[in-house]
C-alpha cells in the first residue's frame, strides 16, 4: 500500500458533544467474515463489513488466493470462496499495509495449504513480532524464513496435509489461537487451543456459525480448550456485523469527559470478550447504559448511552487486560481527567501494538499537561479531578498507530485549547469517518 502524505489535523471542544451516531463494523469480525467466506463453495453475504484499510488488506489477499469478493451498490459484500484446501498461489506479495490481523490470521490459512506466499507491510507492522505465530505454525509443519527477530517481510511455505497440534498460548493472543484454528481447518483430524487466560472469541463464534465442528470445554485448570475437527467442509452465511465497540470507545470517551455531553452510539457489540472497557468507565463512575440489547448473528449487540460524568480513579484488574487491550490508550486519557489515582499493570503486550502504546501514551499525556508514571507493564495516572488537560497547542505524533491518533483527538477536546495531531489518515485503518463523526457530535477539528 503506497504511503500517502501525513494529514495533520487539530480536536478541540467548543461545548458539550450530543446526538446519536453509528460507528464502522468490527474489525476483528470483518477480518473473519471474510476469510471464512472465502473458505466456502458458494455464495456468502456480509453486511456492515467494515471498509477500512487493514480489512480492505484481508479482501485483497483473499482475492489474490482465488476468492472471488465483491461489494454490492447496497454495501453488502459478496463472497464466492474457494473451499476448505481451495486456496491458490498468490501471484505476488500479500501487502498486509498496518493490519497485524489480517498478517497472523492469513498466515494460520497459508500454513495448511500446499502454496507459498510472501507477506510485507508498512514500516510499523514490520516492527512487530511474529515469532508468536511462527512457533506454532512450524509444528503444524509450515516452513517459514522471516526477517531478523521473526518479522515481516516474511515468507511461508505451507504444508498439505498439515499435522495437527495441541498448542497452549504462551501470550493472551487471540491472534496467536485464530491463526492456529484456521490452519487446523485444513489439516487432517483435531487440532486444539489451550487458552489460559480468555480472549475475544470472535473466531470460536464464526467457526461454528460455518458449521465447523468445534467444541470449548474448560481444563482442570480452569483454561479454555478450542478443539476443532480439521477437514472441515464451512457452508456459506449471511453475515451481519456490529459495530466495533473499539471504535465506540473514541466517542464514549469523549461524551463521559467534555461537560454537559449526552451521546448515543447505536449498534455496537458488547461481547464480553471485548467490553471490559465499559466495565471499568463504568467502576471509574461513567453514566454508561447498555438500551435495547440484543443478539445479531450470534454477538450481542447494544445501543450506548453515555453521559458526562466525574470519573475516579481506580486500580484496573490485570486479569481484564484481554477484554479490553485495545481500548488501554483511550482509557488512559479518562483516568488523566479523573479523582485521584489510576493504576495498570499487566500490559507489557501494548509495547508490541501497532507502536509501544505505553511510551506513547505517557508522553503525549505529559506534554498534554497530565500526571504520568510508566513502568515496565503499565501506566499510573494521577488525575485532574476532572479539570480539563492544561494543553494549549501540543502537537503529537501517531507513529502511524489510529488508536493513539484518535486518543489524542478525544484528549483535545478535554483540554483547555487544543490538541494537534501530526496526521489523522492511519485512523482510516480501523475508523473510516472518524473525523465527520466526532465533528456530527460537535467537535471542532481544523
Ligand atoms: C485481534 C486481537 C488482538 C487485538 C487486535 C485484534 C483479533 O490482538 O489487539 O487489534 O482480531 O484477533 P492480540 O491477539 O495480539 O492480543
Redesign the pocket.
Known sequence: MAPQPPSPARFRAIGPLRGTVRVPGD??IS??ALMLSALCVGESRIDGLLEGEDVLATAAAMRAMGADILRGEDGVWCVHGVGVGGLLQPRTALDMGNS??ST??LMGLVASHSITATFIGDASLSRRPMG?VIDPLKLMGADISASPGGRLPLMLRGLCPAVPIEYRLP????????AVLLAGLNAPGMTSVIEPVP??D??ERMLAGFGAALTVTTGADGARIIALQGEAELKPQAITVPGDP?SAAFPAVAALLVPGSEVTIENVGVNATRAGLYTVLREMGGDISFANERVVGGEPVADLVVRASALRGIEVPPEIA?SM??EFPILFVAAALAEGRTVTRGLE?LR??ESDRLALMANGLRRCGARVDETEDGLIVEGTGGAPLPASSVEIAAELDHRIAMSFAVAGLASTGSIRIDDIGPVATSFPGFVAMMRTLGAEVA
Not at 171 to 178: F, G, I, N, Y
Request: proline share 4%; no cysteine.
Open positions: 474489525k476483528s477480518h473473519r497485524g490481523t497472523r490470521l508468536r501470550v493472551a493472543s487471540a491472534q496467536v489461537k485464530s480472549t475475544r470472535h473466531s473499539s484481554p487491550i485495545d503486550e508490541v501494538k
